[in-house]
């Protein structure tokens, strides 16, 4: 009985050598990491977590200043009047012509804001008669702007049929020419490309 006990309690040779191994495992395991086997729970929030944060903020950053960077190209192209930067109904042979032929004149338009600007420095004015007087200027200055306009897109419909042909001269093209007329050449866009006498040819 003694003998079966003893028998029982010592572990046979094959239970020892499958210990050992599982010790000499995780041992080996253990030197070549410099740390014990992650537990399947560390591994699964492991992979839980983000692997390349900073990569992510990185490239965001990185969009941001592409997305700014092409803005300011199209806006520098915009201003130069580069053809693949113009809005639609700038776009064309035709409206660049309209354009510099604008640009090279100078039209009574364009001194709308100005004498408005000082129409109402008028209004302050004691006086009565000068608030008149500089509210008939402006609606006289605003009559002459108007009829400039109108004479400033027939003559600019004349010079595109004599250059582009009869039937070829786009519609919209006397109120384009009159609406540019109307700004303050500094504030045009795009930009004059010519200087004021260079009519287009």
């Given at each position: 009985m003694a003998r079966r006990n003893d028998a029982s309690?010592?572990?046979?040779?094959?239970?020892?050598?499958?210990?050992?191994?599982?010790?000499?495992?995780?041992a080996a395991s253990t030197g070549k990491k410099g740390r014990p086997t992650p537990t399947r729970k560390e591994r699964e929030a492991a992979r839980k977590r983000p692997l390349v944060p900073d990569d992510r903020k990185r490239a965001r950053v990185e969009n941001r200043q592409r997305m700014a960077e092409a803005r300011e190209r199209a806006r520098e192209g915009l201003a130069r009047g580069e053809e693949r930067y113009l809005p639609q109904r700038d776009r064309g042979p035709?409206?660049?012509?309209?354009?510099?032929?604008?640009?090279?004149?100078?039209?009574?338009?364009?001194?709308?804001?100005p004498v408005m600007f000082l129409v109402i420095i008028a209004t302050f004015l004691p006086s009565v008669d000068a608030q008149f007087i500089a509210i008939i200027s402006l609606w006289g200055f605003f009559l002459i702007?108007?009829?400039?306009?109108?004479?400033?897109?027939?003559?600019?419909?004349?010079?595109?049929?004599?250059?582009?042909?009869?039937?070829?001269?786009?519609?919209?093209?006397?109120?384009?020419?009159?609406?540019?007329?109307?700004?303050?050449?500094?504030?045009?866009?795009?930009?004059?490309?010519?200087?004021?006498?260079?009519?287009p040819v």
């Open positions: 309690s010592t572990p046979s040779a094959a239970e020892q050598a499958s210990a050992d191994a599982l010790a000499e495992a995780e035709q409206r660049r012509y309209v354009r510099d032929y604008v640009d090279a004149r100078t039209s009574f338009g364009e001194f709308m804001i702007a108007i009829i400039d306009s109108i004479l400033l897109g027939y003559l600019v419909k004349r010079r595109l049929r004599k250059k582009f042909g009869e039937d070829k001269v786009e519609k919209g093209v006397g109120w384009y020419a009159g609406m540019r007329a109307l700004q303050l050449r500094v504030l045009r866009l795009p930009k004059p490309q010519v200087k004021r006498g260079e009519y």
